[in-house]
């Protein structure tokens, strides 16, 4: 089993950057990637961006590229997601999620443990 604990969301201005911070415990050696997801009300569930703890090979949605760095730091069982020019359209709770089979995946199906989640707030 792997606890997940998501923190840094809150409210920003359009254009405004933001850093998430997800800290992994418990089984964590078990685990194969990272992936942070997002969710606003009527959406479903998307993957925003995703990461393998050894190699660090990364995923970007393409909504996100160019705006948003997926981060590990394998000592500190800690993933982050620094998001930049951040727009109203990225308001959504935050989740990250934790994968236990190989391979890197976009699918919320593949994640096998959640965090509570974080809300992001963009204003306009």
């Known amino acids: 089993q792997a606890q997940l604990v998501e923190s840094g969301g809150g409210l920003v201005q359009a254009g405004g950057s933001l850093r998430l911070s997800c800290a992994a415990s418990?089984?964590?050696?078990?685990?194969?990637?990272m992936g942070w997801f997002r969710q606003a009300p009527g959406k479903e569930r998307e993957c925003v961006a995703a990461?393998?703890?050894?190699?660090?090979?990364?995923y970007y949605a393409d909504s996100v590229k160019g705006r948003v760095t997926i981060a590990r730091d394998n000592a500190k069982n800690t993933v982050y997601l620094q998001m930049d020019s951040l727009k109203p359209e990225d308001t959504a709770v935050y989740y990250c999620?934790?994968?236990?089979?190989?391979?890197?995946?976009?699918?919320?199906?593949?994640?096998?443990?959640w965090g509570q989640g974080t809300q992001v707030t963009v204003s306009s």
């Open positions: 990461i393998t703890w050894r190699s660090g090979t990364t």
């Open positions: 999620a934790a994968r236990l089979v190989r391979g890197l995946v976009y699918s919320m199906y593949g994640y096998d443990y």
């Open positions: 418990g089984r964590t050696f078990s685990t194969y990637a």
